[in-house]
């Protein structure tokens, strides 16, 4: 199955600093990345994506990277804000494409 | 507004009983999901249904059942024979499967007492 590993777990930054996680995957074929924020106690929630057929994608201040060759895809927040704080996820399709794997999570803290 | 509804947000479960979590979508999503999440940890994949009367199990299936009998709705029975039960239960919905971004509810948080 789909080997997805993300970095780092935690990470602090002062606001308005930035921000990078990253996420490695294994399936050379799959060709959707999104990223989910979790905050405390909800459910997560889709805050950007991005296809094979793109190198990057932005939107205000959060943006993915994608490097097929090398399979990995970051997201990359910056102007970090208090709200910014959550834990945040990648995910990767596997299984013919009908499920998906979870990254880990990185519990991004920002302090004001 | 179109979105997932999860209910209850909080449940107690005595030792030995079932108990039915329940999920009603009206994005009319075709593929439904339900992850378990444990304290500081990531998603586990309990089961998945991509057709109204149709499911599969997922990586944790054991102690689980589902339904599939309305779009709409995929209630997840958590058994007697799940051994180790409390856990924060997950609810989403997809489009198209896992090539799509996935909608979640706001969760079921299960205790057993």
């Known amino acids: 199955g789909e080997n997805v590993e993300q970095h780092p777990s935690t990470l602090s930054v002062q606001e308005g600093d930035s921000a990078v996680i990253k996420c490695t995957y294994s399936?050379?074929?799959?060709?959707?990345f999104p990223w989910y924020k979790q905050e405390l106690g909800k459910g997560p929630q889709l805050i950007i994506d991005?296809?094979?057929?793109?190198g990057e994608k932005k939107d205000q201040r959060i943006a993915v990277t994608l490097n097929k060759t090398a399979k990995h895809f970051s997201l990359h927040i910056t102007e970090t804000q208090p709200e910014d704080s959550a834990v945040y996820f990648c995910?990767?399709?596997?299984?013919?494409?009908?499920?998906?794997?979870f990254g880990t999570g990185t519990k991004l803290q920002v302090i004001p | 507004d179109g979105g997932i509804t999860q209910s209850p947000k909080y449940l107690f479960r005595k030792e030995g009983q079932n108990v039915t979590l329940s999920c009603e979508q009206n994005?009319?999503?075709?593929?439904m999901y339900w992850y378990r999440q444990d304290p500081g940890q990531g998603l586990r994949l309990i089961y998945y249904?991509?057709?109204?009367?149709?499911?599969q199990k997922g990586d944790i299936a054991e102690g689980y059942s589902v339904s599939r009998e309305k779009k709409e709705s995929f209630p997840l029975t958590v058994t007697s024979a799940q051994k180790n039960p409390t856990a924060f239960y997950l609810c989403?919905?997809?489009?198209?499967?896992?090539?799509?971004?996935?909608?979640f509810g706001s969760g079921t948080r299960l205790t057993v007492v």
């Open positions: 994005l009319n999503h075709d593929a």
């Open positions: 991005i296809r094979s057929n793109v």
């Open positions: 399936d050379s074929a799959s060709n959707y």
């Open positions: 249904s991509q057709i109204v009367n149709d499911f």
């Open positions: 989403a919905s997809s489009v198209g499967g896992a090539n799509y971004g996935y909608t």
């Open positions: 995910a990767v399709p596997n299984g013919g494409y009908q499920k998906v794997t």
